[in-house]
């Protein structure tokens, strides 16, 4: 059985930081695609970054390239997401995402597995 698990969120002031954690068992990391997702009240989950974790290819969305950093440690079968510079427009829960089956990466219908998220709130 496959399972992720988010954390490290928080409420910060805009320009702050934020370090997200996705811990999976079940599932290894190395040799995949992992993906991290958010998803604000009322609206669709949009793909925020994800990692070809074997050739250490990233994908971003345009809002947060040059602020946030999707890295991995294969010894820990941890994916993280480095959040600076952080605007209100994050604030969102953010989830966890493995098991890519295909189609855009960024797009939520094509993964499989999901965290349960873990909130990010970033005030003005």
């Known amino acids: 059985q496959v399972q992720l698990v988010e954390s490290g969120g928080g409420s910060v002031q805009a320009g702050g930081s934020l370090r997200l954690s996705c811990a999976a068992s079940?599932?290894?990391?190395?040799?995949?695609?992992v993906a991290w997702f958010r998803q604000a009240p009322g609206k669709e989950r949009e793909g925020v970054a994800t990692?070809?974790?074997?050739?250490?290819?990233?994908v971003y969305v345009d809002s947060v390239k040059g602020r946030f950093t999707i890295s991995q440690d294969n010894a820990k079968n941890m994916v993280y997401l480095e959040m600076n510079s952080l605007k209100p427009e994050d604030t969102a829960m953010y989830y966890c995402?493995?098991?890519?089956?295909?189609?855009?990466?960024?797009?939520?219908?094509?993964?499989?597995?999901w965290g349960q998220g873990t909130q990010v709130t970033v005030s003005s």
């Open positions: 995402a493995a098991g890519f089956l295909g189609g855009r990466l960024l797009e939520h219908r094509g993964w499989i597995y």
């Open positions: 079940g599932f290894t990391f190395s040799n995949a695609c």
């Open positions: 990692i070809y974790t074997r050739a250490l290819r990233t």
